[in-house]
């Protein structure tokens, strides 16, 4: 079966450093990949999404990578404040469109 | 918030009770998502409808019934569900092309919490 996977640890970073998450797929690559934010009894809040042949994508102080050789995405805050504090994940779009979600990374920025 | 808005945002039910959650969007897409959120778990699909017309069933039992009566609107009616069903039920929405589901991005609502007694 087709999976995507994140890191289910929690990432605890110092502010001012940058965050960097991974999502893991396999099998075929997908056509876009999608980078979402997710707070605490809140809906998802779309961030990025990066095509498959797009190496890189930015937006202010985010970055996603796309490498479908590795099957990875790499998703980078830099410059990262508490606010930045929230769960994140990673979404594939399968070949009718729909998105199939890995289960997110919380990040935590402390001062 | 998002141009999606879900009600209620809690709900407590027992197992024999009926009770029906709803969507509305403001954003003028037409395509219209039901997701489940357990904890730790991803995000699960449910139902997908594409221009009112129900284009994903993702092996969802029975006792959940979507309802969509237009493009703005989405209904999830809930009758004897399980302990294992709360969750946090999410709705989304986004752009689609005429006869497919939409390749853009998704956006969501708050969403409802919802536990079965």
């Known amino acids: 079966s087709q999976k995507i996977e994140q890191n289910s640890e929690a990432l605890n970073i110092q502010e001012g450093k940058t965050a960097t998450l991974t999502c893991n797929y396999t099998n075929y690559s997908p056509a876009y990949l999608q980078w979402y934010r997710q707070d605490p009894g809140r809906g998802p809040v779309f961030l990025l999404l990066i095509r498959e042949n797009e190496k890189e994508k930015r937006k202010e102080r985010l970055k996603v990578t796309f490498d479908t050789t590795l099957k990875q995405s790499l998703f980078h805050i830099t410059a990262s404040q508490p606010a930045d504090s929230a769960t994140y994940l990673c979404?594939?779009?399968?070949?009718?469109?729909?998105?199939?979600f890995g289960a997110g990374t919380q990040v935590v920025v402390t001062p | 918030e998002t141009g999606v808005t879900q009600t209620p945002r809690h709900l407590v039910m027992g197992m024999t009770n009926k009770k029906s959650l709803k969507c509305e969007q403001h954003l003028g897409h037409n395509a219209m998502y039901w997701y489940k959120q357990s904890a730790k778990k991803p995000l699960e699909l449910m139902f997908v409808?594409?221009?009112?017309?129900?284009?994903e069933n993702n092996s969802v039992p029975s006792r959940f019934s979507p309802e969509c009566p237009n493009s703005s609107h989405l209904f999830l009616h809930l009758h004897t569900l399980q302990p294992e069903d709360s969750a946090l039920y999410l709705c989304?929405?986004?752009?689609?092309?005429?006869?497919?589901?939409?390749?853009?991005?998704?956006?969501f609502g708050p969403g409802t919490r919802l536990t079965v007694l």
């Open positions: 409808y594409n221009f009112k017309e129900q284009t």
């Open positions: 979404a594939r779009t399968d070949s009718w469109g729909k998105l199939q």
């Open positions: 989304a929405s986004s752009h689609s092309g005429s006869g497919e589901i939409s390749y853009n991005e998704q956006f």
